[in-house]
C-alpha cells in the first residue's frame, strides 16, 4: 500500500483564488511528522510546511496552512490568495516514527495558476 | 545563514562510466545528510543518509555508493553507470532527524 496518495495529478486555480492540495498517509506509527514541499520547474524543493502528529493546531506559514485531519489521516495543503509564483509540483511527505530519517513523498500535484 | 550547493548542475555520461556528484553545506555542523533521486514525474526515493563523518546508510540497493569524507560534505559515486541511473539527484540537509530537510538545487544526470 501507499504511505501517501496524492489524488490529484494537475490543478488549475484562478489568481487570488484559494486552493487545496489533497494529500492522505498510511502509517501505524503514533509519532510522525508530514511535510509539504513545492518544486518550480527549476527542481529545487523548498520547504513550505510541517505538522507533527501530535500538534493540536493546523500549522500554517503565511499563506500555506496544514488541513490536518487525523482520523481521517489527511493533510491536506491549503493556499491563500494564489499567486503567478505558486505554479509548481507539490509534494506531501512523511517521516514514520522517530529514528527513521527517510521522508516518503507522494507522486505530486502540479498546481497551474492563471491570471 | 545556512546554504546548501550541489555540483555539477547537469551531467551528460555514457554508460559504463563512472560517477561522483558532490553536495557541500554551509553555516551549519555536524548536519544529517541525505541523498534523492527523483525519476521523472515521480515523487523523490531516499538512497542514502548519513549521521556523521563516515557512516552512511543505504535505503535501496544499487549500483550507487555514497561518502562522507567531511562533516559537511556528501559525495554520490558510481563505478559504472546503468541507462535506470538516470534523473534528477537531490541532496538535502536537517538538523535532526525530527526536523525538516532543507535541499539542494539538485545534479540533472543523464545516462546515454
Known amino acids: 500500500a501507499q504511505k501517501i496518495t496524492q489524488t490529484q495529478p494537475g490543478m488549475f486555480v484562478q489568481e487570488k483564488e484559494a486552493v487545496t492540495l489533497d494529500c492522505t498517509y498510511d502509517?501505524?506509527?503514533?509519532?510522525?511528522?508530514l511535510f509539504w514541499y513545492k518544486q518550480p520547474s527549476s527542481g529545487e524543493m523548498i520547504f513550505l510546511i510541517y505538522q507533527g502528529s501530535y500538534d493540536e493546531q493546523n500549522a500554517t506559514e503565511g499563506r500555506y496552512s496544514l488541513n490536518f485531519q487525523k482520523a481521517r489521516k489527511s493533510a491536506n495543503l491549503v493556499i491563500s490568495a494564489s499567486q503567478l509564483g505558486d505554479s509548481a509540483m507539490y509534494f506531501c511527505?512523511?517521516?514514520?516514527?522517530?529514528?527513521?530519517?527517510?521522508?516518503?513523498f507522494g507522486s505530486g500535484t502540479r498546481l497551474q495558476v492563471q491570471p | 545563514s545556512q546554504t546548501i550547493h550541489q555540483w555539477p548542475a547537469t551531467l551528460v555520461q555514457p554508460v559504463g562510466s563512472p560517477l561522483s556528484l558532490e553536495c557541500t553545506v554551509e553555516?551549519?555542523?555536524?548536519?544529517?545528510l541525505y541523498w534523492y533521486r527523483q525519476a521523472a514525474g515521480r515523487g523523490l526515493q531516499l538512497l542514502f543518509y548519513?549521521?556523521?563523518?563516515?557512516?552512511i546508510s543505504s535505503e535501496v540497493p544499487q549500483n550507487l555508493s555514497a561518502s562522507r569524507p567531511q562533516d559537511r560534505q556528501f559525495i554520490l559515486s558510481s563505478k559504472k553507470l546503468l541507462l535506470s541511473d538516470s534523473g534528477f539527484y537531490l541532496c538535502a540537509w536537517s538538523v535532526t532527524e525530527d526536523n525538516e530537510q532543507f535541499f539542494g538545487p539538485g545534479t540533472r544526470l543523464t545516462v546515454l
Open positions: 502509517t501505524s506509527d503514533q509519532s510522525y511528522g
Open positions: 511527505a512523511m517521516r514514520e516514527g522517530t529514528g527513521r530519517r527517510a521522508l516518503t
Open positions: 548519513s549521521v556523521g563523518i563516515g557512516q
Open positions: 553555516g551549519t555542523s555536524n548536519p544529517n
